[in-house]
Each structure stands twice: as C-alpha cells, then as structure tokens.
C-alpha cells in the first residue's frame, strides 16, 4: 500500500527527527509529519539554537564592553547592530534547517508538512494546518508522538496583547532593544533571555514566584548565580505572587504582585512582559481522543518504562510526556523508543543523569542530586566545593566566578551530584556525566590526570575535598 510505514513520526523537533533517522538505519520505512513549513521544531526554530546564537553575540559586546581593555584592547567607539545580529541568528537557524532536510533525504525519508491526526490505532489522517481538511490518509505499523510543547500563558493572556505580552517565541523575534523588559519566571528561559537583554541595554526585571531562582537546581547554584546577575544591574524578584497584568499604554505593560508574607501590592511597569513560567504540552488536533490514549491532568502523555503510551503501538517522546523539558532528553527517549521497536534492548534512560544546563556568563549545569535532595532521601553524604577562581585556566579567561560542587555517598564514595558554575560549564559537566554513568567514586575522578592549566582541575580539586576533605590549591 502507498502510504504505509513501518514508522511514522509526528513532529520534527530533536526527538523526532532523530527518532526518524535511527529507524531509517535500522531498516524501517519511516515518514515524518511536520506541521510547519521548517523542520527542527521549537529548539531550533525559536527556542535552543536562536538564543544560544544572541547569548553568543551579546556575551561578546559585554566582554568588549567591560573586559577587553584589561587585555589592553580599545575600540574608539563601540556599538552594536541589532539587525545583523538577529540575521546571523536567522542564519544560523536556516544552515541548520538545510542541514536535517539533507539528512531526510539521505536516509530515505519521506516528509508530509501538515497536521497528522489518529483515525484508528493505525491511520493517521494528515490535514491542512489552518482549515484541518484532510489532504490524504497514512497507515502506519509503529507511531511516535514527538509534538513538543508551548510556552504556558498566565490568566488567560495572550501572549499578542498589542505584542507587548509576549513567549520565548516572540522574544526570539523582536525588532527592537526593550528598554525594560519585566520577566515573570526566573526559570532557565528567564534567566537566559534577560542576560540577551540586559547586555544590550534593557532594564531587566525577574519576577519569581518560588522563594529562589533556578528553583529545580541545588540551592547554591541558585544563590550564586543570583548575586552573579544582580550584579550586572539585573533586578530580581522572588516569593511575589502576580494578581493581574494589564496595559497601561500602548508601549507600556503593568504587572501588579505582591510579596507571600505582605499583602500590601507592588506595581511594576515596562514596555515589554515576558512571560516564562513552563511550558504546555502540544497535543491539539492529535485526535488522541479518537483512540482513547492516555494523558495525566496536566495534558501530558502517560508512558511505560519503553515509552510506549496506553496504544502500545505508539510511542510519546519529550515535552509531550513532561519530566525534564530538554532536547538531549527528547534525542535519548527518541533513540530508546525506536531500538524498542525494532527488538533491541535499549538502556534505560535515567532522569537523574540528564544534565541541566543554562546559558548565562558564566554558565550554569547541574547533574544527579541536589544537596537538598540527598538530605531529604536521609543520605550520608560529604560535598566538596572548590571556587573557580583558584584556577589558573579561569585566572588567564578572566572568568574567575563560580565554584564546582561534587556530592559524594559517605560510605561508598559515590558521585551522587555535580553543580557547576563557571565558564564553559555546560562542556565541564560531561567529566560528571560520564563518572555518574559508570557509578564513579569521587576518588576515582582524583586519581584520573587532569591537564593544566584547564578548568576541569576544578574536578580533580573537589573530588579530593570530598574524600580527604583537602585539596591541593586551597
């Protein structure tokens, strides 16, 4: 038949397309349904790539701003384009998209843009995106669901009030600097995009209604990098609930909040509201309903340990089925749900090993047990913290904040958390990944040569503290 696949995969964010491209290798006839005109999803298109493209470019005009001179390097006027900015950053976005379209093409895979909606627990009716008219049937053996989410809304706003009440997404596409930009979340995205902003000259403020930032992370990342921001002029809000946002003019917007233990309310304005508190998952016009698969009150598809939803057929990946909302975590699901299909015996991702990861300056990453965690479990547990700027690596960069953070079994010496800041901390915290992976001591990281002069010394330095309470250097 035409239009049968042994696979067909919804969606063609991180998780999708490479689910797609490890079934085509395994020898399975695969199609990929994408809505929009693009592939890649919200990660390439408007979330991971295009901010990690203006957290680039804007770390650089600060560090021109700020540091350079202390390299003895001047600029007689120094000045930013916006515009080209937000080219490279559509730039880099569109090589990219070539890039996956290519790799659908070279492992044979068929591409249908449009809506995919379940008919039967093996039809899948692909429609229009704007009028939901069927365009053709699909029949498939195997059904990934890898649609991804949206960034959640607040009192029922739109995000488009004017276009000052705005997502990540919007946020991705301003023609314009802020000149205040209030962040209600203080959430990775928050933190991210205020550091964009605020380097290219908005007034941040960051509303959070937790009683810290970065509230899934360990308490000292939390607290470090918050002095970290507040220091680079970035106002940061937390325990305030939000009772109302509303425009106050046509280029200003008002939130009204107020403190947990003060009942007394505190107005804020700016010219733009960015709203980053979570992410929804996408499952409008799936037709899940149809087939009567499962979700939790929240929306998200209930999965089995093989990621198989209550139609074992089918499969859900990422976003869509919540716990860490990451693309890595998507690509892993991905791979372990395709390898179940085909009857190989995929490992078991575990949630605690994915790590975390946000892109501020310096950065921020975190993998496996937060101190609080590991106290509340009732662990034995020794920690050892050694500071970044001990390090000669970190001296010469002239990155000298932040610390390395490794918490370790008291009786076995397992690794049981790394939380890292520092520069280049998102490619440091592999060193922990790696050692968690393979139930490493924190002994074991001692005795392993580091290079000097590097940063990940800082490894070598904490795991000493933790086993001998010493270290070398301090």
């Known amino acids: 038949m035409k239009n049968l696949y042994d696979l067909v995969v919804i969606g063609s964010g991180p998780g999708g397309y490479i689910s797609a491209i490890r079934a085509s290798q395994l020898g399975l006839r695969t199609a990929v349904i994408e809505k929009y005109q693009e592939l890649g999803g919200t990660c390439l298109n408007v979330g991971c790539i ?32 916006f515009k080209k ?16 379209k ?53 009192f029922n706003l739109d995000f488009d009030i004017k276009n000052r009440i705005i997502s990540s997404t919007e946020a991705m596409n301003l023609n314009e600097i802020p000149k205040k930009l209030i962040i209600i979340g203080g959430g990775i995205i928050g ?12 007034k941040i403020i960051i509303i959070e209604t937790m009683d810290k930032i970065i509230s899934n992370m360990d308490d000292s990342l939390s607290k470090e990098i918050q002095n970290i921001l507040e220091r680079s002029s970035i106002q940061i809000e937390t325990s305030l609930s939000i009772s109302n946002i509303f425009q106050e003019n046509h280029e200003e917007i008002s939130v009204i909040a107020k403190y947990h233990n003060n009942e007394k309310e505190i107005k804020f304005v700016g010219n ?19 087939i009567k698969i499962k979700t939790n009150e929240k929306g998200f598809i209930l ?23 990451l693309a890595h975590k998507a690509e892993e699901e991905g791979l372990h749900a395709v390898e179940h299909i085909v009857g190989e ?28 965690e590991v106290k509340k479990n009732k662990i034995e547990y020794n920690v050892g913290i050694f500071p970044m700027k001990i390090l000669g690596k970190a001296r010469t960069s002239g990155c000298t904040d932040g610390f390395l953070k490794m918490i370790s079994h008291k009786n076995t010496d397992e690794i049981l958390g790394v939380h890292i800041i520092g520069d280049h901390a998102s490619d440091m915290i592999m060193e922990a990944s790696v050692a968690m992976e393979f139930r490493s001591s924190s002994e074991d990281i001692y005795r392993i040569c580091h290079p000097h002069p590097t940063l990940s010394e800082a490894f070598k330095e904490a795991a000493l503290l933790n086993f001998e309470n010493r270290s070398i250097h301090m």
């Open 50 to 81: 295009p901010s990690k493209s203006l957290l680039d470019s804007s770390k650089y005009f600060s560090l021109a701003k700020k540091n350079y001179s202390s390299h003895g390097i001047f600029f007689e006027k120094l000045f930013f384009d």
């Open 85 to 100: 900015m937000m080219n490279r950053k559509n730039e880099i976005v569109r090589n990219i998209n070539n890039g996956i």
């Open 102 to 154: 290519y790799l659908m093409k070279k492992n044979q895979i068929d591409l249908y843009q449009g809506i995919g909606s379940f008919k039967s627990e093996n039809v899948l009716s692909l429609r229009e995106k704007k009028s939901l008219q069927e365009k053709k049937e699909i029949q498939f053996q195997y059904c990934i669901i890898s649609t991804g989410s949206k960034p959640s809304g607040l």
């Open 191 to 202: 933190l991210e995009l205020g550091s964009i902003f605020n380097r290219l000259g908005s």
């Open 272 to 290: 733009y509201c960015l709203l980053s508190i979570g992410r929804t998952p996408y499952t409008k016009n799936l037709g899940l309903e149809n």
């Open 303 to 325: 999965v089995n340990d093989n990621l198989q939803t209550s139609i074992r057929n089918i499969y859900a990946i990422g976003d869509v089925v919540g716990g860490k909302m």
């Open 345 to 372: 015996k995929p490992n078991k991702l575990n949630d605690n090993l994915i790590p975390s990861i946000i892109y501020t300056y310096p950065e921020v990453a975190s993998i496996g047990y937060s101190e609080n």
